[in-house]
């Protein structure tokens, strides 16, 4: 025998019966009476505002259950998650359930109330998600100590993402809790990650662009923007380490202040190490980058992103070790190749991710077609914020504006 639900799918339930399922008065079990009432309300343009009043008088223990019960139907879950339907006592338990996807919370961290933000920075499944954590930084009830917070957690996931230890998931969350590890374990992990690509996914890429890397064999390593925007302005030759730190010193002597002299070693350190992996990879051919583009680490994939080889920069995508946090931050970068902008949201694993998509609209590098596309992916509040780039070409901003009033007229109608 069918379920109601079906029914109501397939509009088999008998009309005199839809008021009933719309005060979810049927005689079924509590989770489908929600399934329901969900699909009604978010379907049903007759019993759809009945259906929605229903849900937000619902029984607060059947509700809890549901949001969290892994086996809830995913609509239920979306709906309960969804920033204009949740109510502060579910939130907890929607944070930790796995069938929740991170995409919908990162979607929530964006306009989550200054009550939301303090709950989900108590929730070990945000503190470990850069995605989420990535989001929450955007919101802009975000303030004070929860800003450092969240920048902190930020700065520890993305370290402990370089270290996959496979299973190890206890020890992400504990990282991103607690801090970051050491540089050195870091390096170490990430050598380890280096080795565990199959060298079939190499062979396949080498093979599909065969033409392309025999055609650019002898192009060495320049990065789009240049050398000195990729180092950064803090970089210093390894040969004039000396002369700059004995310049530090002077000037922290005559600053008269141990914290001065501390940055200053800090900047003679990193930037060394930085011009090593440099080094390494301007010592590398086109196809010797290109393998280093899929098996190397996250900072190496960070650096080949912006090869001003197409072939090689693709490959970073192609990398099977590459993070969604990654991903996001190449979508948002002006110092990259159009190529790499069109690329990214030909794959369908990237294009799950609401940050990337909001990323790639809000990159002025962007191509206009591709951006203008990916707009009606895009919430209220993003919509308004790109209205106002004014990085971003005036056409975006326009059509932005335009669908940011269409849908404040449609919650209004509502």
Excluded: C
């Excluded at 086996?71 to 979306?78: I, N, W």
């Excluded at 108590?122 to 503190?127: D, M, N």
């Excluded at 280096?194 to 390593?221: C, M, N, Q, R, T």
């Excluded at 011009?275 to 994939?301: C, F, P, S, W």
Aim: charge should be neutral; proline fraction near 6%.
């Amino acid at each position: 025998m069918p379920r109601s639900i079906d029914l109501i799918r397939a509009s088999k339930l008998p009309s005199n019966m839809m008021p009933f399922a719309a005060k979810g008065a049927l005689s079924v079990p509590p989770d489908e009476n929600l399934e329901i009432l969900v699909y009604l309300a978010k379907h049903n343009k007759i019993f759809g505002d009945l259906a929605r009043l229903t849900l937000a008088g619902w029984d607060e223990k059947a509700s809890l259950a549901a949001a969290s019960d892994p086996k809830t139907a995913p609509e239920v879950l979306d709906y309960l998650i969804a920033s204009e339907n949740i109510r502060p006592k579910l939130l907890p338990a929607l944070l930790e359930n796995p069938s929740v996807p991170d995409g919908e919370l990162a979607k929530l961290a964006l306009s989550a109330s200054a009550e939301f933000i303090r709950t989900m920075l108590q929730s070990a499944r945000v503190r470990a998600s850069d995605g989420i954590l990535d989001a929450l930084r955007s919101n802009p009830y975000l303030k004070g100590e929860e800003a450092v917070t969240v920048a902190k957690l930020i700065d520890a996931v993305e370290s402990a993402s370089a270290t996959p230890v496979a299973g190890d998931v206890t020890k992400v969350q504990e990282t991103a809790t607690h801090g970051a590890e050491s540089v050195e374990a870091m390096g170490a992990a990430a050598d380890e990650e280096a080795g565990d690509v199959p060298e079939e996914a190499v062979s396949a890429y080498l093979a599909e662009h065969a033409a392309e890397i025999d055609a650019e064999k002898d192009k060495p390593f320049q990065p789009v923007g240049g050398v000195v925007d990729l180092l950064g302005p803090d970089y210093f030759p390894v040969v004039e380490n000396r002369d700059m730190a004995e310049m530090a010193a002077e000037k922290a002597t005559a600053d008269a202040t141990a914290a001065a002299s501390r940055a200053a070693a800090k900047k003679l350190v990193d930037p060394g190490k930085r011009d090593n992996t440099v080094q390494k990879i301007n010592r590398l051919d086109v196809k010797g980058r290109i393998q280093l583009a899929m098996k190397g680490n996250k900072e190496e994939r960070s650096i080949l992103i912006r090869d001003g080889t197409k072939v090689v920069a693709l490959a970073v995508l192609d990398a099977p070790k590459i993070s969604d946090g990654e991903v996001e931050k190449f979508a948002l970068q002006k110092n990259v190749l159009e190529a790499v902008l069109r690329q990214i949201p030909l794959k369908r694993r990237f294009m799950k991710n609401y940050i990337v998509v909001r990323n790639l609209v809000s990159n002025p590098r962007t191509p206009l077609d591709l951006g203008l596309g990916l707009m009606k992916h895009l919430l209220t509040q993003d919509l308004k914020n790109i209205s106002a780039n004014k990085e971003v070409s005036e056409t975006v901003r326009k059509l932005a504006l335009k669908m940011y009033k269409q849908k404040l007229d449609q919650a209004n109608r509502k």
